[in-house]
């Protein structure tokens, strides 16, 4: 797209903001303007499956609201993608509810068992053990999935939890085809799942990865699933389902105990806030680096006139923000319940102008430069849902059994995969993870501890237009959803958001990569003219849905990254 056009469109924007400003300063009360904000005309969700979003759909039609819906699509999701979340898994839901201005991140990320050590993965050579650190049940944090339908339910939902779970009990008994995304993960995973016979039983066909359209049943998760909807929290966290799940973990080596199951709780957190060009952004917090992450990378960037700059010098900023944001995740991040993330400097304006004082605008800083740990540096899944409802309610959920279909592991009975998020923690200082992420002393391993995350589902609120955005894709999460705002502040609907080709820094390794055809030759050329490592990843990542809601005119629009088919966004009056 030339530079002229997104001037013009970034104009566009200022121009509307600007008359936006005109109306509520000829109101006679200021309060007037805000209340008469045009209510979205439709309910929409985008979600990476298309049973997922119509599970929602379902539930609005039931008379839910966008909290009910959050459940349905959540527990849908953790039914028919089980690459990516579920009951073995966690998630973070971050809610604005209308009628109070409300915010609040609803933290479901699992929590280090009780028995887990910070050299748990080291192994007689004192470096990290990668199997023990990812495979089987020593890899799987205390799970938070469940504890987080139950919440959202009785906090913020309008209908009783077996209502908005009924969706995903149809699903798990009647069964869902397996598609393209379900055989691309399991491929690299088959070889873990079938070292567990309840796992393999379930997930393949006679040991290999089911043909596509095999429809698969999960008898073992309905009952689960029907559990939580009868007995609420205590119908997965005590009682015969608890134990036969911390049974079948300790049979196949893991350490978790039913004390460990009955300790997890659901924590309300204060959503991360910071504001870039006149929006307002509401975003995760720790245990996540996420929001963090993203306040800093937008604060060093808001001065730059960036849409009237050459691509390369866009980009050559844009890499130099997340490189010091990935440098501080590195140092200072972890669970602000364990250590003292000092959250306020870090997304701090003033911070970040020094920040900013250290970029050359012509050159690359090596990384080493910026003072860090010392170290020797050195796929995927998740999920992430958006959605609006005609109130105004919004839910922006990301959740996840860390790698493709977790650690692989089924407890026999249960019919779901445990997570493999112990490897977020920090096993070894300097000694990277499965997205090459490194940790010090803030993520290390300490019972009850919640690993440090990347998940940043993000509400960025205009005077003219919200966004709900969020995606999966390990550490690449936070850069992915710095440049969907990007888009986003320049006026671009959602499916440029979305669709958007994307670049990636995480400090170490001192490397930008990126999905094939994102720059042409010369903004290459010229990047490494200033020092940029760069690097064609061969392949894309991430899988962003999004949500636009025009408060001017009360439009909502919506779309699902087209880079997996089985995403699916809808838009429907109700
Ligand atoms: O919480 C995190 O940051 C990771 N467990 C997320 C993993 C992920 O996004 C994998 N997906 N592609």
Redesign the pocket.
Known sequence: MSNSKINMKSWLVSRSRYLAVVVLALCSSAQVAVAENAKPQANAIASAHYLATEAGMEVFAAGGNAFDAAVAVSSTLAVVEPA?SGLGGGGLWLLHRAQDNFDVMIDGREMAPGAADRNMYLGADGEVNRDLAVNGPLAAGIPGEAAGFVHLARHYGRLPLAESLAPAIRLAKNGFPVDEKYRALMTNRAAVVNRYPAASAIFLVDGQVPPLGHVIKQPDLARVLESIATHGHDGFYTGPIAQKLVAGVREAGGIWTLDDLARYKVVEREPVRTSYKGYKLVTASPP?SGGIALATMLNILNPYPLSTMTEAERTHLVIESMRRAYRDRTLYLGDSDFVDVPIQRLTHPFYADGLRAGIRHDRATPSEMLPGIESEPG????SHFSLIDTEGNMVAGTL?V??PYGSGFVAPGMGFFLNN?MD?FSAKKGSPNAYGLLGAEANAIVPYKRPL???TPTIVHGDDQVAILGT???SR?ITMVLLGILEFVDGKPPQDWVSRPRYHHQYMPDQVTYEPGTFDAETLATLESMGHEVKDRGRTWGNMHGVRWNVLTGEVDAASDPRWTSGRSMVEVP
């Open positions: 990516s996540s796929g995927t899944d998740t996840t860390n790698l998020e977020d995350s990347s998940m999966p894709g390990g999460i």
